[in-house]
């Protein structure tokens, strides 16, 4: 009885002793966060910027007059790119959704067909389309395919990936047991239990990421064609190179009338399924 009395007094001297160390690791691991903060933000701001080169007040006014206002006579001009911007968006997303379900399916652990090779090749397929910027899937597409909306699409689908498989593998994850289980004692392939009792389940989430992923992509294709990947954002790149300040911005009302209507229909549409 003395014995495991001693033992308990030293395991609880052990953990607050560990404690207090954990605790004091926190806060200069704060304190070291803190510090280094300031100093890339000092350095950013004082060091690395040339304040001289900055205009005056009343120059970056005039500058900003400059562009008001809106070319009105331009916006018959945008209508064309504008449509192209909202095909780039709805052929990317859909590219994107085409490519998502075949990665969602080697990503899904209690699915995947051979554990250690297909999941990490579906979980480097996520990895690989999260980390790299559409901008950067544009510069790639129009090195490789020329300039054009094509280009876009492909950038946009790609960029899609990460984020509909993603989302859709760990629904796969965490789906209700039963319905699987009631489909495979009928003797059903695996790929019927799939069908029958997997996707009934994470199909409405499925088609409301995927809503909520072109919305997403409205945004993208917007800036997309600052590379050349087509849409609207070519025309304000050529506009701001060209000086025409008001022909730019009326490109920006263009861009936020195109981003609004997007929202608004999918938060419709999401409204409905959901």
Same mark, same amino acid.
């Given at each position: 009885?003395?014995? #495991?009395?001693?033992?308990?007094?030293?395991?609880?001297?052990?953990?607050?002793?560990?404690? *207090?160390?954990?605790? =004091?690791?926190?806060? &200069?691991?704060?304190?070291?966060?803190?510090?280094? %903060?300031?100093?890339?933000?000092? %350095?950013?701001?004082?060091?690395?910027?040339? =304040?001289?080169?900055?205009?005056?007040?009343? #120059?970056?006014?005039?500058?900003?007059?400059?562009?008001?206002?809106?070319?009105?006579?331009?916006?018959?001009?945008?209508?064309?790119?504008?449509?192209?911007?909202?095909?780039?968006?709805?052929?990317?997303?859909?590219?994107?959704?085409?490519?998502? !379900?075949?990665?969602? @399916?080697?990503?899904?652990?209690?699915?995947?067909?051979?554990?250690?090779?297909?999941?990490?090749?579906?979980?480097?397929?996520?990895? /690989?389309?999260?980390?790299?910027?559409?901008?950067? =899937?544009?510069?790639?597409?129009?090195?490789?395919?020329?300039?054009?909306?094509?280009?876009?699409?492909?950038? /946009?689908? $790609?960029?899609?990936?990460? *984020?509909? %498989?993603?989302?859709?593998?760990?629904?796969?994850?965490?789906?209700?047991?039963?319905?699987?289980?009631?489909?495979?004692?009928?003797?059903?392939?695996?790929? #019927? &239990?799939?069908? @029958?009792? !997997?996707?009934?389940?994470?199909?409405? $989430?499925?088609?409301?990421?995927?809503?909520? #992923?072109?919305?997403?992509?409205?945004?993208?294709?917007?800036?997309?064609?600052?590379?050349?990947?087509?849409? /609207?954002? /070519?025309?304000?790149?050529?506009?701001?190179?060209? @000086?025409? @300040?008001?022909?730019?911005?009326?490109?920006?009302?263009?861009?936020?009338?195109?981003?609004?209507?997007?929202?608004?229909?999918?938060?419709?549409?999401?409204?409905?399924?959901?």
């Amino acid at each position: 009885m003395k014995r #495991q009395n001693h033992k308990k007094k030293d395991s609880g001297v052990f953990k607050r002793k560990e404690d *207090f160390f954990f605790r =004091w690791f926190c806060r &200069v691991g704060y304190l070291l966060l803190v510090i280094m %903060s300031i100093w890339f933000g000092y %350095s950013l701001l004082f060091v690395r910027t040339d =304040w001289s080169r900055m205009l005056s007040f009343k #120059q970056m006014v005039i500058t900003v007059l400059r562009f008001f206002p809106p070319n009105l006579s331009f916006v018959l001009t945008l209508l064309k790119p504008t449509i192209e911007t909202f095909i780039i968006a709805v052929l990317g997303t859909l590219f994107g959704i085409v490519i998502s !379900i075949p990665v969602s @399916y080697l990503a899904a652990r209690n699915i995947t067909p051979y554990f250690p090779i297909t999941y990490p090749i579906g979980r480097f397929i996520m990895t /690989i389309s999260r980390s790299v910027h559409e901008i950067v =899937w544009g510069l790639i597409f129009v090195a490789a395919l020329g300039l054009g909306p094509f280009p876009g699409i492909m950038a /946009i689908g $790609l960029r899609s990936v990460g *984020f509909l %498989s993603k989302l859709t593998s760990e629904e796969i994850e965490h789906v209700n047991i039963g319905p699987i289980e009631a489909v495979e004692a009928t003797g059903a392939s695996k790929f #019927q &239990v799939i069908i @029958y009792g !997997i996707v009934p389940q994470i199909l409405h $989430l499925f088609i409301g990421n995927a809503i909520f #992923q072109w919305d997403i992509n409205i945004r993208r294709a917007t800036i997309i064609g600052l590379v050349g990947a087509g849409g /609207i954002g /070519i025309v304000f790149s050529v506009q701001m190179a060209m @000086y025409n @300040y008001r022909n730019a911005t009326a490109t920006i009302v263009a861009i936020l009338i195109l981003v609004l209507l997007g929202e608004y229909i999918s938060n419709r549409l999401r409204m409905k399924i959901l």
